[in-house]
């Protein structure tokens, strides 16, 4: 199960995925991918053993014209047609009446019923705050923190996380005989959301606001969205993988209560922490954040609780779901590879001081700190460069823009160049003496281990598994501080000596530990041990590292 990546997209994520599947040719691989519309191209060549499956997020219910227009996604990024028109207050007319099931006769009152009861304690679940970790004010509960954290939620003995998994699978059953989107979209819904906020009146004064009937369906919109994943028949197979907690374990969560399928879940980068990053960006407001930052919440915990087996990419992912609720006898860390044919010592550096970097354009990779800290580099280094190598996925160009912009703002537009998208990748780090890495919230980086393989020597912001990566082969910085990356890419710049040692370690450890066929050996192994009957699961301390 993916989201927005493996096989419509290009990107890191999308890559392991490529490498896991071709690697067990031995299997066969059916990929459900959460997608806009279900009408994007896949841009992937997929083998014979390969096929998949779009989910439309963003499109009408089961082909049906919108009762409400045009739609924008959580993230805040613009879906085809995307937007909050003003006229979104006025209730459409597919809200009046009882809702329809599947085969279009009106549902029974108990049925009805039965929603009601579902739906309220859905809606009261994800309004509940989260109980705060030891030292955790309650002022603090579901607020972003400085420097793009957030704070820890953790579920009560995971009381909380139980109760919303058995809600979860009552309104997975409903829907199966049901339309659990048509009962989504009436009028009721919207009538308990604002039935739970007005109990919660006093909480809301205390902010100094009050939710509107604006807010409410925008919010119960967002969530017939997000629920769509449990709608129609769940997978049939012999073990699901989940690309991503969130969203995406939906599926695997169905199988897992009708079948009893064997539920893997891997974490590139982790879910609830980048929710609550990139909900900052979104134009709505702090009452339908806040009810949709609940249903991420509890979602991710019960995603750590039911999965059989966790697989975090790097320690660092480790820590967080085991601060979110995971056990950590569930987990294995394996960590990501490439493949070091395609990637062989890059060679000769530029003639210019260059700085290099690779990746998709996106808000959370943070080029505008390693423009700016470019405009340093610059003032030190004139006929240094900076050469940008990626392309710009849908609903990110007006941050490519900025980011031009911001260039041309610092003087640094004719040394800066955005090479968009190139058919090998080994030629972006090639061409930079150094090659760095901003980002504000990451995995296990390919662009790093790649770079790591080429023995180019790296410059790379502390977040995800970045420190697990680079050791001391590198210099890490803390992320969003242009002088500190500056400093550490002048340092490079102005010494050959270090730059070649640190390059060749680099290599040697890529080389060592992080390499595709460990990786997919390790994946291969667990696939057989989650799916054997009876099969001992090699406990935590005793996993092989990849």
């Given at each position: 199960m993916t989201e927005g990546t493996y096989p419509h997209s290009y990107g890191g994520v999308s890559v392991w995925c490529d490498q896991l599947v071709r690697g067990m040719p031995e299997h066969t691989f059916r990929v459900r991918a959460l997608t806009t519309t279900g009408?994007?191209?896949?841009?992937?060549?997929?083998?014979?053993?390969?096929?998949?499956?779009?989910?439309?997020?963003?499109?009408?219910?089961?082909?049906?014209?919108?009762?409400?227009?045009?739609?924008?996604?959580?993230?805040?990024?613009?879906?085809?047609?995307?937007?909050?028109?003003?006229?979104?207050?006025?209730?459409?007319?597919?809200?009046?009446?009882?809702?329809?099931?599947?085969?279009?006769?009106?549902?029974?009152?108990?049925?009805?019923?039965r929603f009601e009861r579902l739906c309220r304690g859905f809606l009261h679940a994800i309004l509940t705050p989260a109980a705060p970790v030891s030292g955790q004010s309650a002022s603090s509960r579901h607020v972003p923190v400085s420097g793009g954290g957030t704070t820890a939620h953790t579920p009560r003995n995971g009381q909380e996380a139980e109760v919303f998994q058995r809600i979860l699978r009552g309104l997975f059953e409903y829907g199966q005989t049901a339309d659990l989107s048509a009962a989504l979209r009436t009028e009721a819904p919207v009538r308990w959301l604002m039935d739970a906020w007005n109990a919660r009146a006093a909480e809301f004064d205390e902010l100094g606001m009050r939710p509107t009937v604006h807010d409410a369906l925008t919010a119960i919109d967002l969530l017939e969205h997000l629920l769509r994943p449990l709608q129609g028949p769940p997978p049939r197979a012999d073990l699901t993988h989940a690309v991503s907690n969130g969203i995406p374990i939906l599926p695997g969560l169905a199988a897992k209560w009708t079948y009893g399928t064997p539920l893997c879940l891997t974490e590139h980068g982790i879910y609830l922490r980048e929710r609550y990053i990139g909900m900052r960006r979104t134009p709505y407001a702090w009452p339908v954040k806040a009810v949709l930052l609940g249903f991420i919440r509890l979602l991710c915990c019960v995603g750590y609780r039911t999965a059989d087996l966790l697989t975090p990419c790097n320690l660092y992912n480790q820590r967080w779901e085991a601060r979110c609720g995971a056990d950590a006898g569930s987990m294995e860390t394996v960590y990501n590879g490439v493949d070091p044919a395609r990637f062989p010592a890059a060679g000769a550096e530029p003639a210019a001081p260059t700085i290099s970097w690779a990746g998709r354009i996106d808000p959370i990779k943070d080029l505008e700190t390693l423009i700016r800290a470019f405009a340093l580099v610059k003032e030190e280094i004139?006929?240094?460069?900076?050469?940008?190598?990626?392309?710009?996925?849908?609903?990110?160009?007006?941050?490519?823009?900025?980011?031009?912009?911001?260039?041309?703002?610092?003087?640094?537009?004719?040394?800066?160049?955005?090479?968009?998208?190139?058919?090998?990748?080994?030629?972006?780090?090639?061409?930079?003496?150094?090659?760095?890495?901003?980002?504000?919230?990451?995995?296990?980086?390919?662009?790093?281990?790649?770079?790591?393989?080429?023995?180019?020597?790296?410059?790379?912001?502390?977040?995800?598994?970045?420190?697990?990566?680079?050791?001391?082969?590198?210099?890490?910085?803390p992320p969003r501080s242009p002088r500190e990356m500056a400093d550490a890419c002048l340092r490079l710049l102005g010494d050959e000596v270090s730059r070649r040692r640190l390059g060749h370690a680099a290599r040697d450890r890529a080389l060592e530990l992080f390499t595709v066929d460990r990786a997919v050996d390790t994946f291969r192994g667990i696939y057989s041990d989650l799916t054997t009957p009876g099969a001992q699961r090699r406990p935590a301390s005793e996993a092989r590292p990849a």
């Open positions: 009408t994007e191209p896949v841009v992937w060549d997929l083998p014979e053993h390969v096929s998949s499956e779009p989910i439309p997020m963003w499109g009408p219910p089961n082909g049906r014209p919108s009762a409400r227009g045009r739609h924008a996604s959580p993230d805040g990024r613009r879906r085809p047609g995307g937007g909050w028109p003003s006229s979104l207050v006025r209730l459409p007319s597919a809200r009046r009446g009882r809702h329809a099931s599947p085969g279009g006769r009106q549902v029974s009152r108990s049925d009805a019923r004139p006929d240094a460069r900076l050469r940008l190598f990626g392309g710009t996925p849908t609903g990110c160009e007006r941050y490519h823009a900025r980011c031009e912009a911001l260039a041309a703002d610092l003087g640094v537009a004719g040394q800066t160049t955005f090479e968009g998208r190139i058919d090998d990748v080994h030629d972006a780090y090639a061409a930079g003496t150094v090659v760095a890495l901003s980002s504000i919230s990451e995995g296990f980086p390919y662009t790093l281990i790649e770079a790591m393989t080429c023995g180019r020597v790296t410059v790379a912001t502390d977040v995800g598994g970045v420190r697990e990566a680079v050791a001391d082969t590198g210099i890490v910085v």
